[in-house]
C-alpha cells in the first residue's frame, strides 16, 4: 500500500489530466478550424490554458483534501467511497458539459456559460437547437471519456490504494499544508488580480482563445454573474420609445470639415490614458494651478476640450468607452464578457484595417478584469505589460512607474514603421499613489500623495514629449492624451457628483495644424473615438454611440453610470439619478424633466444593447 499523503497530488494531477484530454477532443472536435493554427498556436492553448485548468481543479479537490484531512484526524472515517462517488459523479456531469459545448461552440462561436439559463423560460428554443446536434456522437463522446477515466481512477488513484504510512502529526500536517496550497491555483497563482479568462488569451484569432478556456471554469464563473447581467432591470419605458429618444441626442445639426486641422492626411496616432486624471487637478480645466502644468502647456498648443466627462468610475470601464466608443454598466462591465468584446468595434481595429501598425503598452498587469482578451479582440499587432519590464522598476503594487514606461515607448517607436498607432496606458497616479521622485506638495494623506502622483506623470508625461519631439516620426503624429476616469480626490466627491467624472481630452502633436482652441461642447469618453476619426477622415459609422465633438450639434450632452446610478449633463445642468430607489439625486435648477427621461432612456437603451451583445 502507498502513503496516504501521496493521495492528494496526485488526484490533483488527475483532474489536470482530464481537462487535457478534454481540450484535445475540443480541438479535434473542431478540427477545421484547428486546421487553420499553427502547430506553436495548439501548442499555446494547452500551456495558456493551463492556469484555468488548475483553478478548476483546485475547486474540485477542496472537498476530498478536506475529508483527506479529517481521515488523518480521526482514523475511523474512512472517506474513500464518498470521494470515488463524488468524483465519479463530476466526471460524468462535466463530460455531459463538454460533449455539450462541442456542438454548441459550432453555433455559438463561443464556450459554454449561463447563455443557456437565459432559455429555460423558452425551452422550445433550446430544443430546437439540438434538434440538429449529432447526439449519437456526443452521448459516444461522453461515454467514452467519463468510463475511460472512471476506469483509470479505480485503477491508479482511488484513495483506498493509499494507507496512512505516516506518523498521524506527519500525515495531519501534509494533509493541512495540501488543503492550504489550493488556494494558489484557486485564484491562478500569488499575483494581484485574481485569475480570468485572460490568462487563455494569447491570439489575434479568437478560436484560438476560446480553445485555451477550460470550459466548467467558465461556466462557474458565468453563473456567479448570470442575475447581474441576463436582463435588462431598467425598464422605465417601451424599448421603441427609449431608442427613438437615444437616437435623437444622436442627430447632427451641421458637419465640419474636420481634417482641416491636420497637416498631413495619414498620421500616427499616439492615444495616450491617464490613470485618474481628475480635472480637478488640471488647471487649464479650472483646477488646482501646479499640478499639470505639462499637460496645460500641450492644452495650450493643441485643441482643449473643456467639458468631457468620463463614462464610468473604473479602468476597465473608461478603456472601453474610450477605445470602443462603448457605454459603461452600472453593475457589470463588458470587458468581463470576452464573448461580447468581440463584438465592439475598436480604434485599433481601424487603424489596423488601414495599414497602420498597432501597439499597445502598459506597465501593469494586462490580465487585470480581463483587459487582455478585449486587446486581443481589437487585434493589436504588440502587447508589452509588467512582465515586459525589469521587477527593480517595480512600484509595490501595480507594475513599471510611468516615467519607465514612457522611455520603453520612446525607444521602441523609434523602430516602429509608420504609420502607426500606438496606445499608453499610465499607472503611477493609481492608488497608492507610490512615485520614485520626491512628492511634489507636502503632506501624508491620502490627497497629498495622489496631487504628487498626478504631478510625477504629468512630469514623466513632459519628459517624454520633449523626446517626442526630436523625433523624425513626431511632425507627422497626432497625440490624443485623455483619462480613464476622473476621482473623488481631492475634496472626497460623492460617488455621483459630476466634478467626479469631469476630465482632460486633448488633441496635440506635431501633426496637428489648427492650435490654442477651446471646444466647449458637452461630451463623454464614448465621443473621442467618433471625433479622432473623423478628424482623420476615417470610417466611423460602426461607433454609433458616439458624436463628432468638433462637429456642430443641436445638443451637447454627458451621460455616466456610477453604482446602480447615472448622470446626465447637458447645457442647462447637470442631474444624477439612483436606479436603487428610483429618485433623483442632485439637480441643477434649470433642468427638465425631459432630461430625466433622456438619462433614463439612455440608462435602458444602453444597457439592453450591452445584454444582447
Known sequence: MKKRVYFQPLYFLFWLLYFIVARGLFLLYHHDKSEQLSGGDIFYTFLYGLRLDASFTAYICVLPFLLSLVATLWPAFKPSGIIRVYTYTLLILISVLLSADLELYTFWGFRLDATPLQYLNTPGEMVATAATAPVFLLSLVTLALSAFFIILYLKAFDKKKYSLGNTKVVAGSLSFAYLVLLVLPLRGGWQQIPINQSVAYFSENPYANHAGLNMPWNLMHAMLKYSKSS??????????????????????????????????????????????YTAKLVGHLGGEPGVTPNLDKLAAEGIAFTNLYASGDRSEKGMVALLSGYPVQTITSIIKTPKKTEKLPQLSKVFKDKGYKTSYYYGGELEFANIKSYLLNGGYNKLVDKYDFDPSTYNSKWGAHDHVLFDRVLSELKQEEQPFFSTVYTLSSHEPFEIPIKPKFPGSDNEALFRSSVYYTDWALGKFIAQAKKQPWWDNTLVVLAADHGHPLPGNDANHLPSKFRIPFILTGGALKSKGLQVNTIGSQTDIATTLLAALNLPHQDFTWGQNLLSPKADSFAFYVFNDGFGFVTPQGALTYDNVSKQVITQDTAVTANQLELGKAYMQHSFGDFVKK
Open 231 to 276: 436582463s435588462n432591470p431598467y425598464q422605465y419605458m417601451p424599448e421603441e420609445e427609449a431608442e427613438e429618444k437615444v437616437n435623437s441626442l444622436y442627430a447632427a445639426s451641421g458637419t465640419v470639415d474636420t481634417t482641416a486641422i491636420l497637416k498631413t492626411a495619414r498620421p500616427n496616432v499616439l492615444f495616450i490614458i491617464l490613470e485618474s
